[in-house]
């Protein structure tokens, strides 16, 4: 049975498409499948278009009152009709008439005016201030006015120099010229003496020199001595000698003995740790010792060769430990 039926559909179909009535059948079939793609893109295209006129119109409308800003027309807007003025007619000037003729007026000369006098030259300013003639702010250049520096003394009788300007001004200087240039006010400092100090600077007594005792081996004979003396006013002072007898430093005056005996130690000390030098003056010279604020004369000698002598016999024997008190 089913195999009558479909014997029977191929023969009907077969019998459609067989002949000219067939390619017409599907030359109509083709035209309508093709008009209904046509018109399917035709319409999605026209959706597409107006979504996305719609998007934009949406998008646009939260702008809408800002600065003035509207939406645009859909209807073209009508371009006005151009407004042709009319030309002015031209205006015609009449000519002038010719004024009348006049006879010119006699020309007056006039007498040559004086010449004037020549005013006198102002003396030339010297560049250099002083208290006669200090420099106002208008005498000279600024690079001919600003003087030294150097030799600037504070305030000239009724002017004062400003350093920010350059020049002089007449009156009293600023606060802020006197905290930059014036000279600072001299600051009084009392300065307290040490008592175990030198006493005022004076001549040096005469020493009485060294007394010797007949007691056999003496250790000056080797190594040296300090002999301390003291005057009528109770002043000590003290002397180095070497092993032959030789003065070699002379002290200034002390107020007691034991200052005296004090500056004895602070003399070695400055032997060892000390800068000599020799120096001469008129003929005369000296070695000099400098440790810190202390300065040591050696005695005077007659030749450079006599004070460097010296100095090395004080660098040699001044560490000697024989201290005595000439009575």
Not at 74 to 96: D, G, K, S
Not at 98 to 125: D, G, I, K, R, S
Not at 263 to 276: E, Q
Not at 282 to 291: E, P
Request: proline share 9%.
């Amino acid at each position: 049975m089913l195999n009558s039926f479909q014997n029977l559909f191929a023969f009907n179909i077969a019998g459609i498409f067989d002949g000219m009535v067939g390619y017409i059948v599907i030359g109509v079939v083709a035209a309508v499948i093709l008009l209904g793609i046509i018109l399917a893109i035709v319409s999605g295209v026209k959706g597409k278009k107006e979504k996305d006129d719609d998007e934009t119109t949406a998008f646009l409308s939260e702008y809408v009152g800002q600065d003035g800003f509207e939406l645009p027309s859909e209807e073209p807007a009508e371009t006005p009709a151009p407004v042709l003025e009319e030309a002015p007619a031209p205006v015609l000037e009449e000519a002038p008439a010719p004024a009348p003729t006049e006879a010119p007026a006699p020309v007056l000369e006039e007498a040559p005016a004086p010449a004037p006098t020549p005013e006198p030259a102002p003396a030339p300013v010297s560049a250099v201030p002083s208290e006669e003639n200090p420099i106002a702010a208008d005498t000279l250049p600024i690079d001919q006015r600003q003087g030294d520096w150097s030799n600037y003394d504070g305030e000239y009788d009724g002017y004062y120099y400003d350093p920010i300007d350059v020049c002089y001004y007449e009156g009293k200087a600023p606060v802020y010229v006197q905290k930059m240039y014036l000279p600072p006010v001299e600051r009084v400092v009392r300065k307290i003496k040490n008592p175990a100090a030198p006493l005022t600077e004076k001549a040096k007594e005469t020493r009485v020199g060294i007394k010797r005792k007949n007691t056999g081996l003496d250790m000056s004979d080797i190594y040296g001595q300090y002999i301390i003396e003291h005057n009528a006013e109770g002043e000590y002072y003290f002397t180095l000698y070497s092993n032959k007898e030789v003065t070699l430093y002379e002290s200034h005056n002390y107020a007691n003995e034991q200052f005296c005996r004090d500056a004895i130690k602070r003399f070695k000390k400055h032997v060892i740790a000390g800068t000599f030098d020799i120096v001469g003056k008129d003929g005369v010279f000296n070695y000099v010792l400098t440790r810190k604020l202390n300065t040591y004369t050696g005695p005077d000698k007659t030749s450079r060769e006599d004070a460097e002598a010296s100095r090395k016999g004080t660098k040699y024997f001044a560490q000697t430990d024989v201290v005595r008190v000439q009575e």
